[in-house]
């Protein structure tokens, strides 16, 4: 009988294991992290106006086309100044390193007005340096560059000689981020 009873024993033992290690549910846990970087938008700065210099014109007005990687002019019914100086508009733009930047000009003329005047002349033909119109602008490893942006003055028939300046601030350029 004592055989038979350690048996029964033995038996419930291993039936109520085995029933439980069957019931029991496995579970693991792990973690992992989380990284973000939030760059800087960037900054978009003007540090130099885009000037034309002084100059002399032809009753039948011209224009200064300015190249703006050499703020080279190519003149027409217009002679500059001897000593004056002309040079295109600069930007700083600065964001991270290898950072992708669109640079966007003005598409229609601007116009510049007669210092105590009413007259007008107007800038066309808006270009930039480095990059094209439309075309990404890395900003290297340092995370600046100096964009220059220039344009063609377009003097009119008998204009009225005089200093013309932006009326409203200035053009518009558009720095993209991206």
């Known amino acids: 009988m004592k055989k038979l009873f350690i048996s029964v024993v033995v038996m419930i033992l291993f039936v109520g294991f085995g029933n439980k290690a069957m019931a029991q549910a496995s ?8 990284n973000a970087t939030l760059a800087t938008s960037g900054v978009f700065t003007n540090k130099t106006p885009l000037n034309f210099g002084s100059f002399t014109a032809l009753p039948a007005g011209g224009t200064m086309a300015m190249d703006a990687q050499l703020s080279a002019l190519t003149n027409t019914g217009v002679t500059p100044i001897s000593g004056s100086v002309a040079s295109a508009a600069t930007f700083e733009i600065s964001g991270t390193a290898n950072q992708l930047v669109t640079v966007a000009l003005p598409v229609s003329a601007y116009s510049i007005k007669r210092a105590g005047g009413t007259e007008t002349m107007t800038v066309t033909g808006f270009n930039c340096y480095p990059g094209a119109l439309g075309a990404n602008i890395d900003l290297g490893v340092s995370g600046k560059v100096i964009l220059s942006v220039a344009g063609t ?3 009119g028939l008998n204009q009225v000689p005089g200093s013309y300046v932006s009326p409203d601030g200035g053009f518009t350029v558009t720095a993209n981020f991206q």
């Open 153 to 155: 003055l377009n003097v």
């Open 27 to 34: 579970s693991a846990a792990n973690t992992a992290t989380v």
